[in-house]
């Protein structure tokens, strides 16, 4: 089981169940894989507070591309979707994003301008399950 930490501005949205999945960097520690249970948290490191659990339903490697605003999305099968205008919104609020915009300036704060962010997807859809 993989634990998870969020701010504490998407608690809400993951307790309605509108915050469906979260993007992370890969890195050294190993990520959910699909069918695993992966908990969720809200807090400081060392004193974090249960939100919850859910059962990861995919794992995806993502590229967000801040200036084109564009996300580009691998597919199970090998392929890739690009996700643009309605979709964008649409994927943002599964993030638990109001939209977009809010979205981009979420990932902009401390990054260069023009800079595209590069990481996985962890989809767990309505599976979310509170303590």
């Known amino acids: 089981m993989v634990a998870y930490n969020f701010k504490r501005r998407f608690v809400p949205r993951i307790e309605a169940r509108s915050k469906q999945q979260t993007i992370r960097l890969v890195g050294k520690k190993r990520h959910t894989r699909a069918g695993e249970t992966l908990t969720m948290k809200s807090g400081p490191r060392f004193k974090p507070e249960p939100v919850g659990s859910a059962t990861c339903l995919s794992v995806d490697p993502i590229l967000i591309n801040l200036e084109s605003h564009s996300v580009l999305l ?45 990481g996985i997807r962890i989809f767990w859809g309505d599976t979310f399950v509170a303590p």
């Open 74 to 118: 691998e597919t199970p099968d090998g392929g890739a979707r690009v996700l643009i205008g309605a979709d964008l919104e649409t994927f943002a609020r599964l993030d638990g994003f109001d939209c977009w915009g809010d979205m981009r300036a979420f990932f902009l704060e401390g990054q260069p301008p023009g800079a595209s962010w590069h």
